[in-house]
């Protein structure tokens, strides 16, 4: 069985970072399309950054430059690195694996950033 366990969300100054992490069990992140979203309240959920098994990255216009996704195969974890978080950054962050037609989505973990 595949999960997703995200972690590392929390409250943070505007200006501030924070790292995500998104844990895998059952399957390879290596083998996969990771993909980070988010969800504010009262809006869409939207793409924030996403890894391919290839290692190519993309992201979202809106967090670019300040948004890195990495992973570690050895650990089977995905990041997401947020720098100079804003106030509009603040949003339930998911982890979601995509392999073929396999699509698992992690609980989420809550970002707020506010002084």
């Known amino acids: 069985q595949v999960q997703v366990v995200e972690s590392g969300g929390g409250l943070v100054q505007p200006g501030g970072s924070l790292r995500l992490a998104c844990e895998v069990s059952?399957?390879?992140?290596?083998?996969?399309?990771m993909g980070w979203y988010r969800q504010a309240p009262g809006a869409q959920r939207e793409s924030v950054a996403a890894i391919s098994s290839l290692g190519t990255t993309n992201y979202a216009d809106s967090v670019k430059g300040r948004f890195t996704i990495s992973r570690d195969n050895a650990k089977n974890t995905v990041y997401l690195q947020m720098n100079s978080l804003k106030p509009e950054d603040t949003a339930v962050y998911s982890c979601n694996l995509r392999r073929g037609s396999v699509s698992i989505w992690g609980q989420g973990t809550q970002v707020t950033v506010s002084s």
């Open positions: 059952g399957n390879r992140v290596s083998s996969s399309v």
